[in-house]
């Protein structure tokens, strides 16, 4: 059995009886993804599970009603069915209609966004109260947990009070590495999508103009351990200086968007900075940063940066 073979089978094991969706179906879809546009495996099945769940409005919660209470700073895997108990931090405004409600829950070790899908007609939640949520699926981008409520997800409000932890953290020394896909990107334009497309497409939606944004995705040594650290457009402009009307015009002048990360190399490796952020999954997701001067030696520093 090859491993897309395996892939289908597991997701097939993971749909209700009553789906109507046969193996060489999924085999079809994850072939496409994965030989045809060199979608990676494992995007490829989140994609045609995905697809599946929001298509038939069904997920694996119907085979599994013995689920893990877990905290929510503990999740750290996607595809994983879980029941959490939090307190509603924040509601937003949704940006589909597809979406019922999208907003933020948080228990004693952190938060996470969470998205109760329209068509579940699920109980409306309400700011700062507390709810115990039985099979929720965890999701996962770019490091980033969330997880989904959907048509089998249990909602008990509790009378209780939760005080919400702070999962921020700081990490500080040398930034050695900018690793591929930082600089000058673009994402998905639909809805409730910010995926980073690859060739002009996105993994879930297909061939897209997309919008452009600035990010780096680096790494910060401070001579004992290493930590993956993600800047957004705002963090990427303040740590570089480069505005994203700027990177645009400069992509667009050498016909090229790598000269975008080129330059973001030149202002930034080997220099020492003080970041704080949340960690999600492998990355620390910043939120604050300052530049700390008082440095070791530069250019040995910068030696081995260039050299990873």
Sequence with gaps: MTDLDQQAH?????LPDDADVDVDEIIDRLDTLVNQYSVPTEEARRTVMSSYLEDTDVDAADAQT???????GEINQPEQWV???G????LWEPRSDAIGQVGLLGDETGTIKFTAWAKSDLPTLHEDRVYQLGSVVTDEYEGDYSVKLNRTTTINELDLEIEVGDNTTEAEGALVDIQGGSGLI????KEDCTRVLQNG???????ADGEFDLRIKSVIDDGETVQDVLFNREATEELTGITLEEAQQMAMDALDTSVVADEMRELTLGHYYRVTGPIMGRYLLVNEMEQITDQPDHEELLIKARSM
């Design 87 to 90: 307190k509603i931090v924040e």
């Design 10 to 14: 597991d997701i097939h094991a993971q």
């Design 201 to 207: 497409r996105c993994s879930e939606h297909g061939e």
């Design 186 to 189: 673009k994402r998905c334009p």
């Design 66 to 72: 013995d689920n893990q209470q877990i905290d929510i």
């Design 83 to 85: 029941d959490v108990t």
